[in-house]
């Protein structure tokens, strides 16, 4: 059983600042996000100017390509984030820092647990960590011979080597010029050189 991508806010308030979200969507397909991860995107776009074209190109988003996961505690949702945080979750959901990543992973394991087959999207290095963690567990649970699915983790850099002699980066210069205005948005993303995207076997 398959599952939209769930996407976390950083990454989505990078492509949809610079207008890529087509470029997003070819290669990932109908996403969804948290209630939580909305939020986060809203006012992000609203307190920094840099990010301010993504609420526009939000609002803009039919409900074909974005579903919103509701946040509201069930006995699942609940288990996952204690599990993930450490916190019970009335008490986790009332804490602003990095929440957004803990109910994407949260909501992937729920999913994963019922059989789905889930790709999880965060470029952040903890939260990196955490779904990472997320998926080994799933993967235990599944050789045990549980009926459960898979947890996937990729980040923006995965999304630009499926996009590489694509439509939307038809070469190298749009490779790299896409990349540093990324890198100008989200200094947490690796430098260029330390990537494989000017290397890809679609640019021999």
Known sequence: MSHRPIMDAGPGLNFFSL??????????????VPETVEREILTKA????????????????PSRLVDILSDDATDELSAAVQRISGIPFD??????????????IAHAAVAAEKGAHVIVFID???GCHIAAHEARRIQRLRIRGEAVGSIRLIHTVTVLERAAGGEH???????????????QLDDGLMPLERT?????????
């Open 124 to 126: 952040d290095g903890e």
């Open 19 to 32: 207008n890529k979200e087509r470029l997003l969507f070819s290669v990932l397909g109908p996403l969804s």
């Open 169 to 183: 980066l038809p070469s190298k210069r749009a490779m790299r010029d896409l990349y540093e205005r990324l890198r």
């Open 196 to 204: 494989r995207l000017m290397t890809l076997p679609c640019w021999h």
């Open 46 to 61: 609203r307190d920094d100017r840099r990010f301010a074209p993504a609420e526009g190109v939000w609002r803009k988003l």
């Open 91 to 104: 008490r986790r959901t009332r804490i602003g820092k990095d929440l957004g990543e803990t109910m994407v």
